[in-house]
């Protein structure tokens, strides 16, 4: 069975989380090859045998193209039993533009509940457009805070792009924060040491460094980390996210 972490004191995730990069945007992205979007019955299937794996965690992002949208449809009926995530900061429409205003990520966030058809996102993070610090002070991140108050959000936190910046949130104190490890990067595993110390929630992306890197030493390096919470990784293919499980199990 796939082990459950705690993110947060009231959100318990399967230690592998599904990353939706693939579902909505297939230009301007890194991966190692070309790939079409999956039709709506794959991206069933996929979210059906990602459910039977034991995962329960969905990570999105209004950069993700349609995702999103695509998201909204495929969960209807099982809102309960995900715990989804998505950002603010960052939007895609064939380019990335970057809004980290308080009215900006307030219209993003409420844009976010109408596409997944839900109330409340389980945690809403900052989408970094690399300079961590600045986001960390803007308006964004008040509207996040706000946002949690009045329970739009469950958690908040930032998607940072530098070491530096994601000790910079756990010293403020976020929820969540989200950032790169793995067997060649890294440099913020000091990060989610002080995260443990501090009660500061890890999710690690691109932990196959998008698909450059061997899947099953990867996760089992990242799961290693102390303070790591859970691993989001992006497939669109299940006997992938099958081989991910196992390599956690
Ligand atoms: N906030 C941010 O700034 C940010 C940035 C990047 C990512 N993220 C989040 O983190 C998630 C993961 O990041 P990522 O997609 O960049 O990186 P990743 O999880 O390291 O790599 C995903 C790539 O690895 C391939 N893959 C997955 N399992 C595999 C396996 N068992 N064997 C061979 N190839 C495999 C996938 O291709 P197949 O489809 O062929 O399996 C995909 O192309 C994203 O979906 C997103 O939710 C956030």
Same mark, same amino acid.
């Not at 099982?78 to 380019?95: A, N, P, T």
């Not at 469950?154 to 790169?180: F, H, N, Q, Y």
């Not at 040491?193 to 899947?215: D, E, I, R």
């Not at 102390?226 to 956690?248: D, E, F, Y």
């Given at each position: 069975?796939?082990?459950?972490?705690?993110? @947060?004191?009231?959100?318990?995730?399967?230690? +592998?989380?599904?990353? @939706?990069?693939?579902?909505?945007?297939?230009?301007? #992205?890194?991966?190692?090859? #070309?790939?079409?979007?999956?039709?709506?019955?794959?991206?069933? *299937?996929?979210?059906?045998?990602?459910?039977?794996?034991?995962? *329960?965690?969905?990570?999105?992002?209004?950069?993700?193209?349609?995702?999103?949208?695509?998201?909204?449809?495929? &969960?209807?009926?099982?809102?309960?039993?995900? &715990?989804?995530?998505?950002?603010?900061? !960052? $939007?895609? $429409?064939?380019?990335?533009?970057?809004?980290?205003?308080?009215?900006?990520? !307030?219209?993003?966030?409420?844009?976010?509940?109408?596409?997944?058809?839900?109330?409340?996102?389980?945690?809403?993070?900052?989408?970094?457009?690399?300079?961590?610090?600045?986001? /960390?002070?803007?308006?964004?991140? $008040?509207? +996040?805070?706000?946002?949690? $108050?009045?329970?739009?959000?469950?958690?908040?936190? &930032?998607?940072?792009?530098?070491?530096?910046?994601?000790?910079?949130? &756990?010293?403020?104190?976020?929820?969540?924060?989200?950032? @790169?490890?793995?067997?060649?990067?890294?440099?913020?595993?000091?990060?989610? %040491? %002080?995260? /443990?110390?501090?009660?500061?929630?890890?999710?690690?992306?691109?932990?196959?460094?998008?698909?450059?890197?061997?899947?099953?030493?990867?996760?089992?390096?990242?799961?290693?980390?102390?303070? #790591?919470?859970?691993?989001? @990784?992006?497939?669109?293919?299940?006997?992938?996210?099958?081989? *991910?499980? %196992?390599?956690?199990?």
């Amino acid at each position: 069975m796939l082990e459950r972490r705690w993110l @947060t004191p009231d959100l318990e995730v399967s230690v +592998l989380g599904l990353g @939706t990069v693939k579902l909505g945007r297939n230009t301007g #992205v890194k991966y190692p090859t #070309v790939f079409d979007l999956p039709s709506d019955t794959e991206a069933a *299937n996929l979210l059906a045998v990602a459910r039977e794996l034991g995962i *329960n965690l969905l990570d999105t992002a209004p950069a993700y193209g349609l995702a999103e949208m695509r998201l909204g449809q495929l &969960i209807k009926g099982q809102r309960d039993h995900w &715990i989804l995530g998505s950002k603010v900061g !960052e $939007d895609y $429409d064939g380019d990335s533009h970057f809004d980290f205003t308080r009215s900006g990520a !307030e219209r993003s966030l409420a844009r976010s509940l109408t596409r997944l058809g839900t109330d409340h996102l389980d945690y809403c993070l900052l989408h970094s457009d690399g300079n961590d610090h600045d986001v /960390l002070n803007s308006g964004a991140m $008040d509207a +996040l805070a706000r946002a949690r $108050d009045n329970g739009d959000v469950r958690a908040i936190g &930032i998607s940072s792009k530098t070491p530096a910046g994601a000790m910079r949130a &756990i010293e403020l104190g976020l929820d969540i924060v989200m950032m @790169t490890i793995n067997p060649e990067h890294r440099d913020e595993i000091p990060a989610a %040491q %002080q995260a /443990l110390n501090a009660n500061t929630g890890v999710l690690v992306k691109k932990a196959m460094g998008s698909g450059h890197l061997s899947a099953r030493e990867s996760l089992s390096m990242v799961s290693q980390v102390p303070g #790591v919470s859970a691993i989001i @990784t992006g497939t669109l293919n299940p006997a992938h996210l099958r081989t *991910n499980v %196992q390599a956690l199990i």
